[in-house]
């Protein structure tokens, strides 16, 4: 492979609509996206720290989840916004490698931590008696650890590939941040290794925590099937419907990016990836509130408490 003797110093990002009438009131629905977003996830971390009912592992894992799309959402949002307002908004050759680092750290470990949640419910629906055992603190803990560590090896195999690349051809990614595809239609060297890597990586980490979701909701579904009450069953659906719910619609939008025909545009792939980026992270807080009893009294409890303060 060569090394990088690129001669673009800075990239100019097209953004995500070339319509002028168009820029002020993305720019206003994104940002309340990005603020409802962090808000939003605040608010889940502080209540799942806080409120005592919340001590548990699905509550664990959902403060984690709540971290990581701040995490990559922040990745995202600030420089997206800028190309609302900044025509040609560049973005440094450094600041690309970091956009992109960062992301692939936080969009592979909200992938693992959502095959982790559903994991935790198949062991509370499936073997509901031995569930405190086995999702012991320790083993939530090294979960997430291995949740994180996945993150770091796909980033860092990724931008090792990525940016040894030379980019000479030109500097305007079309696209609203640093991603792969737009990345690899602008370099001027032999792509194959960073698109077999891209292919690799994308089909191990997303195949792997997507199977194991799968086969976690197929016995759940079993299981539930097998409780005689109507009662039973719609119970134990409850406690793993808004979890089903975020699967569902992250891995949706994601098996629709990476498995879409190579004919589908760029200007395709920013509509189907701004929801993986920016919407779901949004969506995810009253997923687990409008949803999710506990949520909702442990909000009641936090409201209740803060008036009392006044």
């Known amino acids: 492979m060569q090394?990088?003797?690129?001669?673009?110093?800075?990239?100019i990002l097209v953004g995500f609509s070339d319509h002028p009438e168009l820029q002020i009131p993305l720019f206003i629905f994104f940002l309340l996206v990005?603020?409802?977003?962090?808000?939003g996830n605040i608010g889940i971390i502080i209540l799942t720290i806080t409120d005592a009912k919340l001590q548990t592992p699905m509550y664990f894992f959902l403060r984690n989840l709540s971290i990581v799309d701040i995490g990559y959402s922040t990745t995202i949002a600030p420089k997206l916004l800028t190309t609302f307002v900044i025509e040609n908004s560049t973005i440094s050759f450094a600041g690309c490698v970091t956009q992109f680092s960062f992301f692939a750290v936080f969009v592979t470990a909200e992938t693992c931590i959502l095959a982790v949640m559903a994991y935790d419910r198949f062991i509370a629906i499936c073997y509901p008696l031995q569930y405190s055992v086995v999702m012991s603190k320790k083993l939530c803990i090294l979960l997430v650890i291995v949740a994180y560590t996945c993150g770091f090896v796909n980033s860092t195999a990724h931008s090792k590939?990525?940016?040894?690349?030379?980019?000479?051809?030109?500097?305007?990614?079309?696209?609203?941040?640093?991603?792969?595809?737009?990345?690899?239609?602008?370099?001027?060297?032999?792509?194959?290794?960073?698109?077999?890597?891209?292919?690799?990586?994308?089909?191990?980490?997303?195949?792997?925590?997507?199977?194991?979701v799968l086969i976690s909701y197929i016995a759940i579904v079993i299981a539930i099937l097998k409780i005689s009450s109507a009662q039973g069953r719609k119970k134990a659906f409850n406690t793993c419907a808004s979890h089903l719910t975020t699967?569902?619609?992250?891995?949706?939008?994601?098996?629709?990016?990476?498995?879409?025909?190579?004919?589908?545009?760029?200007?395709?792939?920013?509509?189907?990836?701004?929801?993986?980026?920016?919407?779901?992270?949004?969506?995810n807080p009253f997923i687990y509130s409008l949803r999710n009893k506990d949520v909702k009294d442990a909000t009641s409890r936090f409201l209740h408490k803060i008036t009392l303060l006044k």
């Not at 090394?3 to 990239?11: A, P």
């Not at 990005?34 to 808000?39: L, R």
């Open 161 to 212: 590939v990525m940016f040894t690349l030379n980019f000479c051809n030109s500097n305007i990614i079309n696209h609203y941040f640093c991603d792969v595809p737009p990345l690899l239609s602008l370099s001027c060297s032999d792509t194959q290794l960073a698109q077999l890597v891209h292919f690799i990586l994308s089909t191990f980490f997303g195949g792997a925590t997507f199977l194991i």
């Open 3 to 11: 090394t990088n003797q690129t001669t673009v110093t800075e990239f």
């Open 34 to 39: 990005y603020i409802i977003t962090v808000v």
């Open 247 to 283: 699967v569902i619609i992250f891995f949706g939008t994601l098996i629709s990016m990476y498995s879409r025909p190579s004919s589908i545009s760029l200007d395709k792939d920013k509509i189907i990836s701004i929801f993986y980026t920016l919407i779901i992270s949004s969506l």
